[in-house]
Structure formats: structure tokens, C-alpha cells
């Protein structure tokens, strides 16, 4: 019998072309518990520490604000995410 181990989805996070794709795949679940959490995972993935000072936010808030049970404020997100590098399209 093999045994499981966690997969941390971090390691797949190698560039930003895996990025784009692992945020695309977030925000087209329309959950914002999940987005918050997966903008956690690239954040974690960046270095939590960079954004930090990135935002003038502590990687305490942050990784409170984005573990899975975090609601992060609206300023927050786009604050990490201008950070991150990433940006959102408006579509009609």
C-alpha cells in the first residue's frame, strides 16, 4: 500500500506563465473563499516576506487574510495582487 503525501500546489508555480493559468483557473470558480486562498498560494510561492514589504502589510495579516478560512478586504487582494504582478480583464 502507498502512502499519500500532501501536494502542495507551490511547486508547479515555477513562472508566471503557471501562474496565469493557476489564477485563470481561481477566479473562474467565481468563489471568492478560493481566489483568496489561491492568491495565498502564489503569494507563499513569491516569497511572503517580499510582499510584505511589497504592500507595507505583515506576513502575518497576510497569511491570515488568505489561508482558506481568511476573507481579505477588497484593497487587500488588489494591493497583493498589484504586487503579485497580476491583474484582472473586464470582458463583456
Known amino acids: 500500500m502507498s502512502k499519500l503525501t500532501p501536494y502542495d500546489p507551490i511547486v508547479a508555480l515555477v513562472n508566471d506563465e503557471a501562474i496565469s493559468v493557476f489564477m485563470a483557473d481561481a ?10 486562498k489561491a492568491l495565498g498560494v502564489v503569494a507563499r510561492a513569491k516569497g511572503m516576506a517580499q510582499i510584505a514589504t511589497e504592500t507595507g502589510l505583515s ?11 481568511g476573507n ?3 484593497k487587500t487582494t488588489l494591493t497583493v495582487m498589484k504586487a503579485l504582478g497580476i ?5 463583456r
Open 27 to 36: 477566479l473562474e470558480t467565481g468563489d471568492a473563499a478560493y481566489i483568496a
Open 72 to 74: 481579505p478586504t477588497l
Open 87 to 91: 491583474g484582472l480583464t473586464v470582458k
Open 59 to 69: 506576513r502575518e495579516q497576510l497569511y491570515r487574510s488568505f489561508s482558506e478560512k
